[in-house]
T-cell receptor
Framework: AQSVSQHNHHVILSEAASLELGCNYS??????LFWYVQYPGQHLQLLLK??????LVKGIKGFEAEFIKSKFSFNLRKPSVQWSDTAEYFC????????????FGQGTTLQVKP | NAGVTQTPKFQVLKTGQSMTLQCAQD?????MYWYRQDPGMGLRLIYY???????DKGEVPNGYNVSRLNKREFSLRLESAAPSQTSVYFC???????????FGPGTRLTVT
């Protein structure tokens, strides 16, 4: 079955630590890739997206992600996290051949300790 | 712009009751979606509407119906609520089915 996997379910970091959240997908062919963030009690917001071109994409709030086609991966990174980055992070994939359905990973809860 | 709005924000139903969740967007988007979010399961697509006048099933459509009332509005109906439908429901919209989606604030539904 086509799926999106996020390796880490719960990550705890101290402020200023570097962050990398893993995301792998199982679709072949062309895909559109997204990372969304959900702050406590809020709705999902788009962090960044990849459609084509430079595989290193930059998003809001200092986040970036790298698309590695050979590894079917789209990992999210941030060099130095802040307490305000505490949230749940979702990787999501649209496989256009899949009638455009956005498939989400299970989510990773990030807790940043001050 | 308000973006995507949803009503109500909270709802408690008894088993067997019916209700409609309302969603509206003011971004002139063509596509609209309904998801449910359950702990440890991410978001799962219930139904979507690729364009005005069309609706299609998503991953978990059983027990739900939808109506794309016009380009702005997309409602989700529970005909006979069950405890398994206790969840947070999010509406989203996008310019087209391959583009990024914008989410509403959610409706927290409890079925007792």
């Amino acid at each position: 079955a086509q799926s999106v996997s996020q390796h880490n379910h719960h990550v705890i970091l101290s402020e200023a630590a570097s962050l990398e959240l893993g995301c792998n997908y199982s679709y072949g062919g062309t895909v559109n890739l997204f990372w969304y963030v959900q702050y406590p009690g809020q709705h999902l917001q788009l962090l960044l997206k990849y459609f084509s071109g430079d595989p290193l994409v930059k998003g809001i709030k200092g986040f970036e992600a790298e698309f590695i086609k050979s590894k079917f991966s789209f990992n999210l990174r941030k060099p130095s996290v802040q307490w305000s980055d505490t949230a749940e992070y979702f990787c999501a994939v649209i496989a256009p051949g899949n009638t455009g359905k956005l498939i989400f990973g299970q989510g990773t809860t990030l807790q940043v300790k001050p | 712009n308000a973006g995507v709005t949803q009503t109500p924000k909270f709802q408690v139903l008894k088993t067997g009751q019916s209700m409609t969740l309302q969603c509206a967007q003011d971004m002139n988007h063509n596509s609209m979606y309904w998801y449910r979010q359950d702990p440890g399961m991410g978001l799962r697509l219930i139904y979507y509407s690729a364009s005005e006048g069309t609706t299609d099933k998503g991953e978990v459509p059983n027990g739900y119906n939808v109506s794309r009332l016009n380009k702005r509005e997309f409602s989700l109906r529970l005909e006979s609520a069950a405890p398994s439908q206790t969840s947070v429901y999010f509406c989203a919209s996008s310019y087209g089915v391959i583009y990024e989606q914008y989410f509403g604030p959610g409706t927290r539904l409890t079925v007792t």
